[in-house]
């Protein structure tokens, strides 16, 4: 690479972000092209009129255990300590996720729950297993357990993610959420977690901000990009050029090699006249409603604007690049009450 040459980065979420910033601090020329009307990628932020700080395509917890990723994002935001806690609506019911040994306690009678829980830690021997581990125990009570928890919940929530039956699902995304063998019933276990202290935004803001890094919004960069197949080259506008490009692969080859199947979000937001909707942050429904997921900001972390808190009800719908701005990818898997197209806009 021609030392002077200018990068081209394509996306401004923390992939595209932080490697604006640290070829930037090498004393390259860099160019951000954000297709959005903001930069920030999935983790962007705003404050709603209600003074509360949503997160628009979802929320987000920042967490790791590498002690150079925290100091490196330590230069850029103050992190609010917090720690993550959600539940499931099982049987009207709302639950630990992941499930831990409180579950337990809800669902069965005291002598049935010791005895599932003993049989657990000594089978196990650790302090997790997956659902699909547990299916396949010999261990009667511990098998019983995990269909219970696979009927409930596994099998029809991810199942309402993918748009699919649960029998078309690999496998392995039922793995995603372990069930844990304790009574701690926080989502995240890393040495570092919490949110920006002035929000995601922010602290991209902040990333971007170097005299050599400039950035296009509302700029969708695969109108300038064709690739050069014999020699296996990106141009931009026709030009050679160094492209560092973060957003869908399948979008970039024009589908050449066929699509992705992403899946993607669909927000409704409500605000209530109650200082608390749900027990904490993210509650999750399996199986009594059309939506996902409900989020409730207040809770991300704690935002007290008085008797009166928001939430999103989140829906998982087919991904479709060309709604406006684009959609909110996912390879997995505020208004008042009116309905906000956010995945695939915004
Ligand atoms: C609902 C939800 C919750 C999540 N929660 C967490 C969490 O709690 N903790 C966590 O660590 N991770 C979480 N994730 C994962 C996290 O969002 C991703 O790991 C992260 O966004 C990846 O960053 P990225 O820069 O690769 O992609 P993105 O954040 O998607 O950024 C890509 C950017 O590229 C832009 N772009 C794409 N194509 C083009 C184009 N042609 N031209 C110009 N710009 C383009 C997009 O507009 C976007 O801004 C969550 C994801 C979702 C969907």
């Known amino acids: 690479m021609d030392k002077l040459e200018e990068i081209i980065i394509v996306g401004s979420g923390f992939a595209g972000s932080i490697m604006a910033r640290l070829f930037a601090e090498q004393g390259r020329r860099i160019q951000v092209i954000e297709k959005r009307e903001q930069i920030a990628g999935n983790m962007c932020d705003y404050i709603d009129e209600n003074g509360i700080r949503i997160q628009k395509y979802g929320p987000h917890i920042f967490h790791t255990s590498i002690e150079s990723v ?124 919490g949110i920006p202290r002035d929000g995601f935004q922010a602290m991209f803001e902040s990333i971007l901000d170097h005299p050599n890094i400039t950035v296009s919004l509302n700029e969708d960069a695969l109108e300038h990009i064709t690739i050069d197949e014999e020699k296996s080259s990106l141009l931009y506008d026709g030009v050679q050029k160094t492209i560092i490009y973060t957003g869908a692969i399948d979008e970039l080859f024009d589908y050449k090699f066929g699509k992705l199947p992403y899946r993607s979000l669909y927000f409704e937001y409500e605000t209530h006249k109650v200082k608390d909707y749900q027990n904490v942050a993210i509650v999750a429904h399996p199986t009594d409603a059309q939506y996902t997921r409900i989020t409730e900001y207040t809770k991300l972390p704690f935002q007290d604007v008085g008797n009166k808190t928001v939430i999103a009800k989140e829906y998982s719908i087919l991904y479709d690049k060309n709604s406006i701005g684009g959609g909110v990818r996912t390879i997995l898997p505020g208004t008042n009450g009116v309905k906000h197209r956010c995945l695939s806009q915004v």
């Not at 103050?78 to 720690?83: D, N, S």
């Not at 806690?85 to 630990?96: A, H, Q, R, W």
């Not at 009667?140 to 696979?150: P, W």
């Not at 748009?163 to 890393?190: A, C, M, N, Q």
Request: aromatic residues 18%; negative net charge.
């Open 70 to 193: 925290y100091q490196f994002l330590s230069q850029y935001t103050e992190l609010e300590p917090y720690q993550l806690k959600c539940e499931v609506l099982i049987e009207g019911i709302s639950t630990p996720s992941p499930f831990n040994f409180r579950t337990i306690d809800q669902f069965y009678n005291p002598k049935e729950a010791e005895e599932l829980k003993n049989a657990l830690v000594s089978y196990y021997k650790k302090e997790s297993a997956t659902v699909l581990e547990m299916l396949n125990c010999e261990v009667d009570c511990i098998r019983e357990y995990a269909k219970f928890l696979f009927e409930k919940d596994y099998g029809p929530y991810t199942a309402k993610q993918w748009g699919k039956t649960y029998k078309e699902i690999d496998p392995s995304i039922l793995s995603r959420v372990p069930v844990v063998f304790h009574y701690k019933d926080t989502y995240f276990y890393d040495k570092y977690e």
